[in-house]
């Protein structure tokens, strides 16, 4: 009869038994359900199981850092949007501060001025087409605007036609222009600008430095519980595949999340400095122009005209608070000028001098309110659109970092999987 030998739990495998043979003491843990079973086995579903979570983890990266990419081009498309909202609302008030400023002034209106207003509805009927064919998502409201727009130029023809052969119905008709005009086309120009602001500072905040930084993290920790299960069966603290993957995704990781990073960073800089003069800015060049438009309509109402002085404290007190914020030391000056003159005309207006008033709001020098008033409308365009080159410029430079961060983690992801199943494959070979 044989004698069967008996081996005692702990004891070393006799002389000459593969690696990883002896079985310690099993203990619960994350892999725990992955490494049931023989050691061989164990090994072939590691390897599968770590190869696909790091190519997992890879395509997880690169999907977010080309939304990263793409976000930021959007955010630079929709701030451009939103600029070409903003002008429509700026120049159809613009046109609307001529024409009633010239109305004062009977049959006589200038050239200038009519020329300057001709200007303004031509910008605005070339923006409404270079809009829509750039946002699909504005034509509806765009179309509605157009309508609207052609509306108040038929309106004010009339006005403007009645008031050159002296007759009194031209001011029912300019009225009813503008009060048109602001019932009708600005409500619209409004939701355009409110809509595209809220799509570019979506897509400015729509960097997620975080998700970039969760793939790396997991596929990291899935291969330190994957280096400690090995070398726990195999007496080797360190498996040197596994580490390489683990370097390369440590690498990528590291780089994709400063990435991401930085340009969260950048983008909330944007929307503080040259974004927020752009909407400021813009915000003070409308209400300014509605302010001047008040101003004549107050006038052409002789005597009754303090709801139109109610509405340009409205719209001055809007100028003031924009300016705080998009104006420097010499636009606030300009600005304080006009308001300055604006209260001669108001003073001279309420003691009698019609005509002085009129005069001063209608002369075009340095002495009147209309030579002040363009000034200050020429230097706040130049500074929106200082601001505007600045913003867009800010938005869309350096993008392709995104692409340069999502081709490395394609590489080291694959470096990554190659070398964990590399490293997985070693032991089990040693295993057989």
């Known amino acids: 009869m044989s004698q069967q030998t ?58 977010v850092l080309v939304l990263g990419y793409d976000a930021n081009r959007s955010a630079a498309r929709d701030t451009e949007q939103l600029i070409r909202a903003q002008a429509l609302e700026t120049d159809l008030l613009r046109a609307d501060a001529l024409a009633t400023n010239a109305f004062l002034v009977g049959g006589l209106e200038s050239a200038e001025q009519r020329s300057a207003y001709d200007d303004a509805l031509a910008s605005v009927t070339g923006g409404i087409a270079a809009a829509a064919e750039a946002q699909p998502a504005d034509q509806q409201v765009l179309s509605r605007l157009n309508t609207a727009v052609l509306a108040y130029a038929s309106t004010m023809e009339l006005a403007r036609a009645n008031n050159r052969q002296g007759l009194p119905v031209g001011s029912a008709y300019l009225r009813q222009a ?22 570019a500072e979506s897509a400015m905040d729509d960097q997620h430095p975080w998700l970039l930084l969760l793939p790396a993290v997991l596929a990291i920790g899935l291969l330190f519980l994957v280096n400690r299960w090995i070398a726990e069966r195999f007496r080797r603290r360190v498996n040197v595949g596994v580490a390489l993957a683990a370097l390369s995704v440590l690498v990528a990781g590291v780089v994709a999340v400063a990435v991401a990073g930085t340009r969260a960073g950048e983008n909330a800089s944007v929307r503080q400095t040259s974004y927020a003069v752009v909407v400021e800015g813009a915000a003070a060049r409308t209400a300014a122009n509605d302010a ?14 303090q709801a139109f002085e109610d509405a340009w404290s409205a719209a001055a007190a809007e100028v003031d608070d924009a300016l705080a914020t998009a104006g420097d030391t010499a636009v606030r000056a300009q600005w304080q000028e006009y308001v300055d003159r604006h209260a001669e005309v108001v003073d001279l207006d309420n003691g009698g001098a019609w005509d002085d008033a009129v005069a001063l709001a209608t002369t075009e020098g340095p002495e009147g309110t209309t030579g002040v008033f363009t000034s200050f409308d020429t230097a706040m365009a130049q500074t929106v659109s200082d601001a505007a080159g600045s913003a867009t410029g800010s938005l869309r430079g350096g993008t392709w970092i995104f692409l340069a961060a999502a081709g490395l983690w394609v590489a080291l992801g694959l470096l990554a999987a190659g070398a964990a199943w590399r490293g997985v494959s070693t032991r089990l070979e040693e295993y057989a």
């Open 6 to 63: 008996v081996t005692r739990p702990g004891t070393p495998p006799p002389q000459g038994a593969p690696p990883g043979s002896a079985e310690p003491h099993r203990r619960g843990g994350p892999l725990t359900a992955l490494t049931r079973g023989s050691t061989p086995a164990a090994l072939a579903r590691l390897r599968t199981v770590t190869a696909v979570v790091l190519l997992v983890a890879t395509a997880l990266s690169v999907v």
């Open 292 to 305: 001047k438009s008040d101003e004549s309509l107050r006038l052409i109402a002789r005597g009754s005209g």
């Open 178 to 199: 503008s009060s048109e005009l602001r019932s009708t086309a600005l409500p619209l120009t409004s939701a355009l600008v409110t809509a595209n602001a809220e799509r």
